[in-house]
């Protein structure tokens, strides 16, 4: 039976990015073997096809490792591939039409950045998760405003959804976001841009056992 619960969101959280991943499901699959368990699909382009092909192939590829797929901002893609559920960010639908149409079932995860009030209302509407960041310096968004890791401290004595850490992690400074209190890590270049993905993947996943 696929589980699609809450208590599923830990541990590595791979985000992909269309620059990096020139083998979508390959390369998903790849941290999957590594022990990842819930992915995000992340595209900002405006190829409906092809974004549904690659949602419905990611879906699959989930499906198959009992793993939870996220769609980034898109309720309607998420609606259309029966995907887990969605990523939303501060400026799409608010999170009570999103529940709306998403059911209450489906996860809904928001982006917070580095606002420990975001949280709070998010978790008090219903979200499943809430994200801070970015902690590190990104590639894929330079000019992200930056969180403190004494937040993660604050939010776990004030929230108790699970919380995603994002923004530069890599598994030289991934160990201080855990004992922070990161739930889960969120992470793009800091796996889909390794030679060895499954193996990187294996050691963020090794950092909550």
């Known amino acids: 039976m696929h589980i699609t619960q809450t208590s599923t969101l830990s541990g ?10 020139k083998n ?5 699959r790849l941290t999957l073997e590594g022990g990842a368990r819930v992915v995000q699909y992340r595209d900002k382009s405006n190829d409906h096809t092809r974004r549904l092909n690659e949602a419905r192939q990611l879906k699959k590829l989930c499906y198959e490792y009992n793993a939870l797929l996220i769609i980034n901002d898109d309720i309607q893609l998420a609606i259309d591939t029966n995907a887990d559920g969605v990523h939303l960010g501060a400026e799409d639908q608010d999170l009570s039409q999103a529940r709306s149409e998403l059911g209450k079932n489906k996860i809904i995860g928001i982006s917070c950045y580095n606002q420990l009030d975001l949280a ?8 499943n998760y809430v994200a801070f960041g970015s902690f ?15 937040l993660l401290h604050q939010a776990q004595q004030q929230i108790s959804i699970p919380i995603a850490a994002i923004g530069g992690i890599t598994l030289q400074n991934a160990q201080t976001l ?3 209190g990161a739930n889960m890590l969120a992470v793009i270049n800091g796996v889909f841009a390794q030679k060895a993905i499954q193996s990187t993947a294996q050691a963020f996943s090794s950092l909550y056992k």
């Open 12 to 21: 590595l959280y791979p985000v992909t990015d269309t620059s990096l991943l």
């Open 24 to 28: 979508l499901t390959e390369q998903v």
């Open 120 to 127: 709070i209302e998010a978790e008090r509407h219903g979200a």
């Open 136 to 150: 590190f310096s990104s590639a894929i968004k330079p000019d992200a405003v930056k969180a403190d890791i004494e």
């Open 178 to 180: 855990v004992t922070a």
